[in-house]
């Protein structure tokens, strides 16, 4: 089982930063994809960010290009979501999730994720 914790949500200003954590633990030998989600309410969650084999290849969704950058820790188990040019849009839950073998992307259609965490509110004010 792996279990993954985000951290480093809150409320900003528009134009402001925020940086995410997420820290996955337990028998994390065989993921090789992590990635950010977020959800509003009466929403479908939508991907962020992924990256891929610890650093090989990332993926972003075209709303977020230019603004959020992933990375990874490898010695620390964990990822970051370094979010910057905050919108009152980017408003959201935001969750990281992890996906043991196979490909990686952010359609959940076509590459679900196994692990997640519980989220963490990110609120961006106009």
């Known amino acids: 089982q792996v279990q993954v914790a985000e951290s480093g949500g809150g409320s900003v200003q528009s134009g402001g930063s925020l940086r995410l954590s997420c820290a996955a633990s337990?028998?994390?030998?065989?993921?090789?994809?992590m990635a950010w989600f977020r959800q509003v309410p009466g929403k479908e969650r939508e991907g962020v960010a992924a990256?891929?084999?610890?650093?090989?290849?990332?993926y972003y969704a075209s709303s977020v290009k230019g603004r959020f950058f992933i990375s990874q820790d490898n010695a620390k188990n964990a990822i970051y979501l370094q979010m910057n040019s905050l919108k009152p849009e980017d408003t959201a839950m935001y969750y990281c999730?992890?996906?043991?073998?196979?490909?990686?992307?952010?359609?959940?259609?076509?590459?679900?994720?196994?692990?997640w965490g519980e989220g963490i509110q990110v609120t961006i004010s106009s």
């Open positions: 990256i891929y084999d610890r650093g090989v290849a990332s």
């Open positions: 337990g028998y994390i030998g065989r993921v090789n994809c």
């Open positions: 999730a992890a996906r043991s073998g196979g490909l990686c992307g952010l359609d959940l259609r076509r590459y679900g994720m196994d692990y």
